[in-house]
């Protein structure tokens, strides 16, 4: 019987051995109310963490570091607060508040966060060899309050709008929207970040003629769904460029049109008096050149055809070259150099029009004095 509880006694020693170790290898963990935190930007932000169970911790190694842990963010080490050994943007940036130390619970205070303050955070304690950590999440925002539109002077192609705003973090949603508050595609979108790791935001649509007359520029926080906007109300005369060319066309038209009109009324009198000359000499001469007189009103006809033959010439030659200049894309609407095409455009299209009158009416009376010289 006493060789039985020898062993029985061994056995029960070496599982509460065994049972200490495992609970000793399971002293404490590490959590936080909070897995990911939002920081306002310019705001002082605090971070929690805390033993379980709750335990007297002043003698522990606390630290709090990013990504590397030979970087700390803050170090705690002996009762003291170490802010030689922490990384050179946090130094007199951080605190420790303790006052809950006794029960495992510190508090990481960050002052005037910023944009490199984004990111993740370590909460670390150590006893000896017995370490755990918690990761906490943090998310800076920064909502821009200032936008403007940009419009830029209309040209053949439109009007275009470019809308700016800068001061968010981090990067925002952005677009434009009509009266209805429906999407309108972009023409272009870019952003640009500060020194301060800020996103400026910018972003362009061309307005067409008979296109929205209204438009809303729209961001959004998608960490805290903040929403700034700013609407403009575009005149129907900024689109007035298509009158100014329709008048331009018909002045063309008009100048064709009167040339024609003076040359017929020429026509008309000279062959009047050929005419009358040749009545009086068919009257001399009998009815033998009766060919001849049917000749010469064929001719007076092929005359009067070539009139309107010219001036469709001429408008057909006119209407060609504007479409290949307009129809034809050289350059998108989201390219920087788009204006600089636009402009490029109206200058040429009114050289190539009074090019065109002038050459045409040059044309025209050089032909026409050819054919009264034969």
Same mark, same amino acid.
């Not at 944009?115 to 017995?130: I, N, P, Q, R, V």
């Not at 821009?144 to 439109?158: F, R, V």
């Not at 061309?206 to 438009?215: D, P, Q, Y």
């Given at each position: 019987m006493g060789a039985i509880e020898i062993p029985l006694a061994a056995y029960c020693a070496v599982f509460c051995l065994l049972q200490m170790v495992a609970v000793t290898s399971e002293q404490f963990t590490v959590t936080s109310l909070q897995r990911t935190v939002l920081a306002p930007l310019g705001e002082n932000l605090e971070l929690s963490c805390q033993l379980i169970p709750p335990q007297q911790a002043q003698h522990m190694e606390i630290r709090w570091f990013r990504n590397r842990y030979t970087e700390p963010v803050h170090l705690y080490r002996n009762g003291k607060d170490l802010h030689g050994e922490t990384v050179s943007k946090y130094v007199e940036r951080t605190e420790l508040l303790k006052n809950d130390i006794g029960k495992g619970k510190v508090t990481l205070r960050?002052?005037? #966060? +910023?944009?490199?303050?984004? =990111?993740?955070? @370590?909460?670390?304690?150590?006893?000896?060899?017995?370490?755990?950590?918690h990761i906490t999440e943090v998310k800076v +925002?920064? +909502?821009?309050?200032?936008?403007?539109?940009? *419009? @830029?002077?209309? $040209?053949?192609?439109?009007? *275009?709008?470019?809308? @700016?705003?800068?001061?968010?973090?981090?990067?925002?949603h952005m677009e434009w929207r009509d009266s209805k508050g429906e999407v309108i595609p972009a023409t272009s979108k870019s952003h640009s970040q500060d020194e301060n790791k800020l996103f400026n935001m910018k972003m362009a649509l061309?307005?067409?003629? =008979?296109?929205?007359? $209204?438009?809303t520029c729209y961001l959004q926080n998608l960490l805290t769904y903040q929403e700034e906007s700013i609407s403009i109300v575009l005149s129907g005369e900024l689109f007035s460029w298509k009158t100014v060319w329709i008048m331009m066309l018909s002045t063309i038209a008009l100048m064709l049109i009167a040339f024609y009109l003076t040359?017929?009324?020429?026509?008309?009198?000279?062959?009047?008096? #050929? #005419?009358?000359?040749?009545?009086?000499?068919t009257l001399d001469n009998g009815l033998c050149e009766s060919d001849q007189s049917e000749g010469?009103?064929?001719?007076?006809?092929? @005359?009067?055809?070539?009139?309107p033959m010219v001036f469709m010439i001429s408008m057909c030659a006119i209407v060609g070259v504007m479409l290949i200049l307009h129809l034809k894309q050289r350059v998108p609407a989201s390219d920087p150099h788009f204006e600089l095409d636009a402009l490029w455009l109206e200058d040429i299209s009114v050289i190539l029009c009074v090019l065109i009158v002038f050459i045409l009416k040059l044309i025209s009376i050089i032909y026409f004095r050819l054919e009264e010289i034969e």
């Open positions: 960050i002052l005037k #966060v +910023t944009a490199d303050d984004d =990111g993740s955070y @370590h909460c670390f304690f150590k006893d000896g060899e017995l370490y755990e950590e +925002t920064a +909502t821009g309050s200032d936008i403007q539109i940009l *419009m @830029h002077p209309p $040209n053949i192609k439109g009007v *275009m709008l470019e809308c @700016h705003s800068g001061g968010w973090f981090p990067q925002p061309l307005i067409e003629a =008979g296109s929205h007359r $209204n438009a040359y017929c009324v020429q026509q008309h009198l000279i062959q009047g008096k #050929v #005419v009358k000359e040749e009545s009086l000499s010469s009103y064929c001719m007076r006809i092929c @005359h009067w055809l070539k009139g």
